[in-house]
């Protein structure tokens, strides 16, 4: 079995790991809004409707505000699995190495 110091230090080690994997993610999220953000004046009214005697539908904005979140999202989204897939196993891995080093911090206490 690895010394109690070998392993607090394996386990500094996985923490880090997956704080650099959840600031990946946020990356991409801020990419993600950032782009959205770009395209925004783009979804402006239509004013068509007014040369027709009609208003313009009011959910429409939002409509194509979802639609092209959704296809931005689902460009990234492949990197995104990866990276929810990696963080979930180093979340399982810190904690089974949790449980390992617990026995060994009340022996120390």
């Known amino acids: 079995m690895a010394f109690p110091l ?4 394996r ?25 959205m953000a770009s ?3 783009t979804f402006g009214r239509k004013h068509s409707g007014y ?8 959910s429409g904005f939002l409509e194509r505000y979802r639609s092209n979140l959704a296809a931005l999202t689902a460009e990234r989204q492949p990197e995104i699995d990866a990276l929810s897939r990696k963080l ?7 904690a089974m190495l949790i449980a390992r080093l617990d026995p ?3 022996l120390a206490a």
Request: proline fraction near 6%; charged fraction near 40%.
């Open 6 to 9: 070998e392993l607090q230090r």
């Open 104 to 106: 060994v911090r009340e």
């Open 39 to 41: 395209l925004i004046p």
């Open 51 to 58: 040369r027709h005697g009609k208003a313009p539908e009011p």
């Open 11 to 35: 386990l500094l080690c996985m923490e880090e790991a997956r704080r650099q994997t959840q600031h990946q993610l946020d990356i991409i999220e801020r990419q993600i809004w950032r782009r």
């Open 88 to 94: 979930a196993r180093q979340d399982r891995a810190i």
